[in-house]
């Protein structure tokens, strides 16, 4: 699959703003500059494009998982050759380190994305390439994981999202989203209680806006420096 893609669905799945993708980048010893980070975001044909090489995508998910899991003493992510390659084995596997996905957590997160799959044939993608019952990991279930897993930790985005591709969903920039005035219905009660009741209902949507946008699946994540 498309590192581009894995990246921009697995922001979008965990909420991750562009501050808590640097932040997470350097957990691997890795500086991200913004504006390539930007530039990976993109999908293919978009002015600014840029493919997402192996190493970086190897990285993220490294910090993701130290992120999540912390730290192991002696250990240091393992930064990938120019010549080397991630699977969609390997990012599969990386994945399930960070989230602490068992196998019912995977095969559940597919069964959201109306992909089924039994247990044994789930276990044969995290077997050894060398090993008789190895099978490689197609895009297909890699895609679906990714959406699965929209499903599982954003599922109110889903319910509003649910015409549009996943690839149009983009993750929080730590900006919190506009909110348009309500428009006036005919009224049934006072004008006075009727503005009221409006001004109140903008409040609680600016605040619950403002909310959703800078938070993920670990709590709050840190603002967007200007």
């Known amino acids: 699959m498309i590192h581009n893609d894995v990246l921009r669905r697995l922001r979008y799945a965990l909420a991750i703003n562009d501050t808590a993708a640097i932040s997470i980048f350097k957990l691997a010893n890795y500086d991200m500059e913004i504006d390539y980070l930007h530039a990976v975001m993109k999908r293919e044909g978009e ?78 993608f995290f077997r050894k390439p060398d090993h008789r019952n190895f099978k ?41 989203n506009e909110i348009k005035p309500a428009k006036k219905k005919a009224a049934t009660h006072s004008p006075k209680t009727e503005k009221g009741e409006l001004n109140s209902s903008h409040t609680n949507a600016v605040r619950e806006s403002s909310k959703q946008a800078n938070t993920s699946v670990w709590g709050t994540l840190p603002s967007k420096k200007r």
Request: some cysteine.
């Open 136 to 176: 490689p990991a197609g895009d297909q279930v890699v895609r679906n994981l990714l959406q699965g897993m929209v499903k599982k930790h954003r599922p109110d985005s889903t319910v509003s999202h649910r015409n549009a591709k996943p690839d149009d969903r983009k993750p929080s920039s730590g900006k919190p």
């Open 47 to 124: 002015e600014g494009y840029l493919p997402c090489r192996d190493k970086i995508i190897g990285l993220f998910l490294d910090g993701l998982i130290i992120k999540n899991r912390g730290r192991q003493e002696g250990q240091e992510p393992k930064v990938l050759g120019p010549k080397e390659r991630l699977s969609n084995n390997e990012v599969m596997r990386k994945i399930r380190i960070a989230m602490s996905y068992k196998d019912e957590d995977m095969i559940h997160a597919l069964q959201l994305a109306d992909f089924r799959i039994s247990k044994s044939e789930l276990s044969a």
